[in-house]
């Protein structure tokens, strides 16, 4: 089945690095507004970056500069580089993306930056 694989979260110190992956995976002939949402707890979930299908990026301001997102189609995988992370980047990340023109949603992966 078309389905939402992410992969990457952990436990990390203040101004570490981490990178998500997502991965389409089943019969994937169109992937649209794929991209990162996170929630923390007792916070609203967020948007924290989307590409589209040319390549071009929106990213939150909480994040602009810190975090990078990417994807390689051949792999119908999307990343996202997170440097610099700090204990408010706390929270689960989810992948969202439209595929095949319906929208999917990953299970999450926890990410915890400590200090």
């Known amino acids: 089945q078309v389905q939402l694989v992410e992969s990457g979260g952990g436990l990390v110190q203040a101004g570490g690095s981490l990178r998500l992956s997502c991965a389409a995976s089943?019969?994937?002939?169109?992937?649209?507004?794929i991209g990162w949402y996170r929630q923390a707890p007792g916070k609203l979930r967020e948007m924290v970056a989307v590409?589209?299908?040319?390549?071009?990026?929106t990213c939150a301001d909480s994040v602009k500069g810190r975090f990078t997102i990417s994807r390689d189609n051949a792999k119908n995988t999307v990343y996202l580089q997170m440097n610099s992370l700090k204990p408010e980047d706390t929270a689960v990340y989810s992948c969202?993306?439209?595929?095949?023109?319906?929208?999917?949603w990953g299970q999450g992966t926890q990410v915890t930056v400590s200090s």
């Open positions: 089943g019969s994937i002939f169109s992937i649209n507004l």
């Open positions: 590409i589209g299908s040319g390549g071009s990026t």
């Open positions: 969202k993306a439209i595929l095949n023109g319906r929208l999917y």
